[in-house]
């Protein structure tokens, strides 16, 4: 039975077999017959470098895509004698389409195949059978493909190369970059050129042209039977060879050929997850306007992209205008339309102040006069002033008056107080009010400390615009106090108070402030005071009364710009300036022509002048004349604007070392005024000046890191430069007043000034709040939480690069102040300041550790080299590392010794004088020996 089963299975197969190749070849002889009387056939297969009228033939497609039913399909274009195949004898046809991945059934060519096939076994016999023609024609129809495909990709990664290559170019040399571009440009003309002529005639659209071809498809109901077909082979196209499309894949989304690239002056592009960001920065045009253009990209999740531009003026010059009256119809052109984009403000309405409002008024801009002075302050006049105008309920009076209460420097300290009013000015909406009440729930005084109410109020005091609220929130964004850490919100508080104070910023440079850190200043032995001495400013007095012309000039600038412990005054420095200038000092003449540019209540503002002494001081080869010089040529003060000049005396003030100079020199590289502009001579100059400590160096170098001008983009560096631009406002003045609080014994009112400094991020007030809590100085606190408060200033200190502050906190962990005893964590301490800040007292920690095996593996080799390396890190610390070696090694000898003397144990063992005189036998000893030294001593005398 089984063998029967069998027989009729194989004959089953034999006879289908034979079945289908009677069908296929009565369709091929059908198809033949057709092509020849010109009765149609199926010419639905496509090759690239088919005549273009083959795509007529595409009609029924969109009639295949909706009703899906493929023998319908397959019956309406096909035209067969009256002997064809039936619908099922053509599925055959269909599983192979659909194996190949093609749109229709190709006949043509299989028909004109199967033709040659018969009229060769009719003349020479037998040859191939048909399958095996058709598998041949396939193969050779796949190679085809995947070699076009292949041709395709390598054709789109010349491209990408070639573009990637175009940008490096056009950012490395700004020069060469438009001959280069011009000369690329044709290039990729050609390229596109000839792969339009290759596929315009077949109707496939190459892969980088995609997402424009797609958004040029007419609707499906108003698309014809040519659109139709075009659709599903690009479709198919896509589907058999593109890659998926990604952001840094994302085309250009400008066009190369209508636009000028000539007048592109730089090009940046910032990719994110899912948007591409392309600015075009243009030439300056005839008008002087320097205009950007910023393109942005949106990779949907459909694989879409949308793109969105627009065009703005992001500089003016008008150095570079040749038409006027065209600049001013432009301008006036550009205003009516920011006109029209912004809404129509309501009037504003003037509420007219009472009679009691405007003498509250007068008396708080009294009280500001007294304290905004640049050459004099008087406090305790302007408080007066201020709680006077407090009585009547005037708000800006009322935020003095409660940081007067709470610093307790000007006004009796009173916590209480101050809370209630900033309670009341908080109400109000007060940004100042915010900011107090964020501070005493910051620090815990008065009320409980939380960080989360802290962080509400100095988040709507910044909002408020109040430049320490916002300094408060850039320091915790920053350092992650009570937040997440994020650099871009940092970012964004710092920028808007550097832009404050750089704004402030006049050609002095502004009142010098010293930060002055207790713990050194305790330490100092050597006189090495950031604050001048009274005795020594005596002296130098006495020299200048004497006609010393170098203690003329440092009086005069101690003077001028203040520092050290001395006050501004502008009638001594111009006193002293004159006296040196009699002598033909050029420092002096120079600073008397700073004096007459700036003007003060001393000097009144005269240009001549200030030339004259410039011009005499730059003579000599002094470089802050030069300096001068160069910012009156600049500015057109006194004499014609000549930016040439302007930088050769700013070029010869840099050369030497002078900051001003090389700042200057650096402003005008980067506007280029005077010189080509150049961005990275730009960043050399402010990173020399910067080195000098100048402000607005520090600030210019923070906006190029922020924009990535001339730099690559660096938000961390970005952000430290901000932040020691915003420390230097008029606020830091405060530290002055809290060393000489604290030099005065007001220890609790000189506490609470640092600690609000502190809360502003400011290291040196950070490192100083320990330093009093660490020494129980101060009584604001209770015992149990002095050493947690310090642990957490040491902390935040620390992060900020305080090599003391790191040691302390070893010191608290290893001790267990304000903590757990820690000793690893003691040694990682230990080791961050030993290997980083290079800290001689890290070091012998460190060889302690090792030598007694706290925290640390004990190894005596180790612990001799970290003595030996503080020994020569640190001249104080050799006495400390010499004692600590000697014990070292006879401790080391000691253990030695026992392990080779153990037979010889016994022997000493028996000469333990305890085992004769008993456990007094010291007292025994010391008794008899007093007696021989009277003894001696009287027989001394009888002789």
């Not at 304290?371 to 006049?381: A, L, V």
């Not at 007060?430 to 109410?453: C, D, E, I, K, M």
Request: with cysteine; charged share 25%; net charge negative.
């Amino acid at each position: 039975m089984k063998v029967t089963r069998t027989v009729l299975i194989v004959c089953l197969l034999t006879t289908l077999h034979i079945h289908n190749q009677l069908t296929e070849a009565q369709g091929a002889r059908s198809q033949a017959q057709s092509k020849q009387t010109g009765t149609g056939g199926n010419r639905g297969s496509y090759h690239a470098g088919d005549d273009e009228e083959d795509l007529d033939d595409y009609e029924d497609l969109e009639d295949f895509e909706e009703d899906g039913n493929i023998e319908d399909h397959v019956s309406r274009t096909t035209n067969l004698d009256s002997d064809k195949p039936d619908k099922e004898e053509q599925w055959p046809y269909v599983l192979e389409m659909k194996r190949q991945q093609y749109i229709v059934i190709e006949t043509q060519g299989q028909g004109e195949r199967r033709n040659e096939v018969e009229s060769k076994e009719q003349d020479e016999g037998p040859q191939e059978t048909l399958e095996e023609v058709e598998q041949q024609a396939l193969e050779e129809d796949e190679q085809k493909v995947l070699e076009e495909d292949e041709l395709q990709i390598l054709e789109e990664d010349e491209l990408e190369t070639l573009e990637e290559d175009e940008l490096e170019t056009l950012e490395e040399d700004e020069n060469q970059a438009y001959m280069e571009e011009l000369h690329d440009q044709q290039k990729v003309n050609l390229i596109e050129s000839e792969e339009e002529d290759e596929f315009k005639d077949t109707g496939y659209i190459p892969i980088r042209q995609r997402q424009w071809y797609s958004d040029t498809i007419p609707p499906k109901s108003s698309r014809t039977a040519k659109d139709n077909s075009q659709k599903v082979k690009v479709e198919h196209r896509l589907e058999k060879t593109a890659k998926p499309l990604t952001v840094e894949k994302l085309p250009r989304p400008y066009d190369r050929k209508t636009m000028d690239m000539t007048t592109v002056k730089r090009i940046y592009t910032t990719t994110e997850t899912t948007s591409k960001k392309t600015q075009l920065l243009f030439k300056p045009d005839e008008f002087g306007f320097v205009k950007m253009t910023t393109y942005i990209q949106k990779l949907l999740s459909d694989g879409t992209v949308h793109t969105e531009f627009w065009t703005e003026v992001v500089e003016h010059i008008p150095e570079l205008v040749t038409h006027k009256d065209q600049l001013i119809a432009e301008m006036a052109r550009l205003k009516d339309e920011e006109d029209e984009d912004l809404p129509e403000e309501e009037p504003l309405v003037e509420i007219e102040l009472t009679p009691e409002e405007k003498e509250a008024e007068e008396m708080y801009q009294q009280g500001q006069a007294l304290i905004n002075g640049t050459f004099s302050k008087d406090y305790t006049r302007a408080y007066i002033h201020f709680l006077k105008a407090a009585q009547k309920n005037h708000t800006k009076s009322l935020e003095q008056v409660a940081f007067g209460h709470l610093f307790g420097d000007y006004l009796p300290h009173n916590l209480s107080r101050a809370k209630d009013i900033f309670e009341d000015l908080s109400q109000r909406g007060s940004p100042t009010g915010q900011l107090g009440l964020g501070f005493l729930y910051s620090a815990g005084l008065g009320v409980n400390s939380t960080q989360a109410r802290s962080l509400i109020y100095f988040t709507f005091g910044a909002l408020g615009g109040d430049p320490m609220a916002q300094m408060a929130m850039g320091y915790r964004y920053w350092a992650g106090v009570g937040v997440e850490a994020k650099c871009e919100s940092a970012l964004t508080h710092y920028k808007k108070v550097a832009s404050t104070v750089a704004d402030s910023v006049s050609l002095s440079g502004g009142p010098t402030v010293q930060r002055v850190r207790l713990q050194e200043e305790s330490e100092s032995q050597t006189g090495n005071s950031p604050l001048l001495d009274d005795d020594l400013l005596q002296y130098y007095h006495f020299l200048a009364d004497k006609g010393d012309v170098q203690a003329q000039v440092v009086l005069g600038q101690l003077y001028y710009q203040g520092g050290r412990g001395v006050a501004i005054n502008h009638e001594q420095a111009l006193q002293y300036f004159l006296m040196a200038a009699e002598s033909g000092n050029a420092n002096a003449l120079a600073y008397l022509g700073k004096m007459y540019t700036e003007g003060s209540p001393v000097v009144k503002q005269n240009n001549m002048t200030a030339f004259h002494y410039f011009k005499n001081a730059a003579d000599k080869g002094n470089p802050v004349g030069q300096t001068g010089l160069g910012l009156m040529y600049m500015n057109g003060m006194g004499v014609d604007k000549d930016l040439t000049k302007a930088v050769r005396f700013f070029t010869m003030a840099a050369d030497q070392g002078w900051v001003d100079g090389q700042l200057q020199l650096g402003i005008m590289h980067f506007s280029g005024l005077g010189v080509r502009r150049d961005y990275k001579l730009a960043v050399k100059y402010f990173n020399l000046a910067s080195q000098g400590g100048h402000v607005l160096a520090y600030y210019n170098l923070a906006q190029m890191h922020a924009t990535g001008t001339g730099v690559l983009r660096n938000c961390h560096t970005a952000v430290e430069l901000f932040k020691n631009v915003a420390e230097r406002g008029r606020w830091s003045e405060m530290l002055m007043d809290a060393h000489r609080l604290y030099k005065e014994g007001q220890v609790d009112a000189s506490l609470i000034k640092y600690t609000f400094l502190a809360e502003l991020g400011y290291e040196v007030a950070q490192s100083n709040v320990a330093y009093i809590l660490d020494n129980g100085e101060s009584k604001l606190f209770e015992d149990f939480e002095v050493h947690q408060r310090a642990l957490l200033q040491y902390t935040r200190a620390a992060s900020q690069g305080s090599t003391w502050a790191r040691v302390r906190m070893g010191d608290y962990h290893y001790y267990g102040f304000g903590t757990d005893i820690d000793y690893e964590s003691a040694a990682n301490h230990y080791r961050v300041a030993s290997e980083q800040q290079h800290s001689a007292q890290a070091m012998f920690n460190l060889g302690y550790m090792h030598e007694r095996g706290l925290g640390l593996r004990q190894d005596v080799h180790l612990a001799k080299r970290f003595y030996d390396l503080a020994a020569e890190t640190s001249m104080d610390a050799q006495v400390p590392v010499t004692l600590a070696l000697v014990k070292l090694g006879l401790f080391y000898g000691f253990d030695v010794f026992n392990k080779e003397i153990e037979y010889y144990q016994g022997i000493f063992a028996r000469l333990d004088p305890r085992l004769y005189l008993g456990p007094d036998w010291d007292l025994y000893i010391i008794t008899l020996l007093s007696l021989v030294l009277g003894l001696l001593i009287l027989l001394r005398r009888a002789r």
